[in-house]
């Protein structure tokens, strides 16, 4: 059984940082793809950063490049989502993926949410003006 287990969301002020963490199980976590993805009252769940098997390749949605930044430990099958500059519309519920299928490539990188098929329960993080 696959679980993804999300933590590390809460409140915090415009302009600060939280990191979020995910703890993978019931999967060899180095043969996935690992992705973040938030989803807004009232809006879809979008992409938000992906990250390859081998860590050195990783994709951001655009509203997000140089302030936030996906990492992986596939020793402790941890990954993490470190956002900075935080601003009121990255208010939303986060959730960790891990892609449908294991991957050949150590360096593919995917971000459509199709191409997920595990998904954590989703924490909370809710940026104040």
């Known amino acids: 059984q696959v679980q993804l287990v999300e933590s590390g969301g809460g409140l915090v002020q415009a302009g600060g940082s939280l990191r979020l963490s995910c703890a993978a199980s019931?999967?060899?976590?180095?043969?996935?793809?690992m992705g973040w993805f938030r989803q807004a009252p009232g809006k879809e769940r979008e992409f938000v950063a992906a990250?390859?098997?081998?860590?050195?390749?990783?994709d951001y949605v655009d509203s997000v490049k140089g302030r936030f930044t996906i990492s992986r430990d596939n020793a402790k099958n941890l990954v993490d989502l470190q956002m900075n500059s935080l601003k009121p519309e990255d208010t939303a519920v986060y959730y960790c993926?891990?892609?449908?299928?294991?991957?050949?490539?150590?360096?593919?990188?995917?971000?459509?949410?199709?191409?997920?098929?595990?998904w954590g329960q989703g924490t909370q993080v809710t940026v104040s003006s």
């Open positions: 990250v390859s098997r081998n860590g050195a390749n990783t």
């Open positions: 993926a891990a892609s449908l299928r294991p991957r050949t490539s150590i360096y593919e990188i995917v971000r459509t949410y199709g191409s997920y098929g595990y």
């Open positions: 019931g999967l060899t976590f180095s043969y996935y793809i």
